[in-house]
């Protein structure tokens, strides 16, 4: 199980405290600082978004729902999953390159 916490008062602007997804449902993990940047990240239901500021919620892109919690998009990871609730976690992480691995290992190990 891949558990995601959602810190300070990003739980008041992203609406959740936590994402919990089983590793089998995790399908990739990329780092990709720009699927955190510009202005338009879809229908927001619900969340915050202040371009360049933050973004953070449930956003609807391209008939896909995706979760985000990001607010230095040079520190961003994408999860993609299947048979979940989200389509995608953009998220924040402290240091991308580190997560990345993290997660990955846990998939080999899970498959």
Known sequence: MAVFDVQGMDK???L??????PLVHITGVTIDPE??????????????????VITAGTFYQHGRRVFYD??????TIVIALNHEKFDQLVVEVA?????????AAALKSAS
């Open 12 to 14: 008041f602007w992203a």
């Open 16 to 21: 959740k405290s936590q994402i919990r997804v």
């Open 35 to 52: 699927a955190a940047r510009g202005w338009w990240h879809g229908l927001r239901m619900p969340g915050t978004q202040i371009p360049g």
């Open 70 to 75: 990001v607010h230095d998009t040079d520190n």
């Open 95 to 103: 240091d991308p390159e580190v997560e990345v691995r993290k997660l």
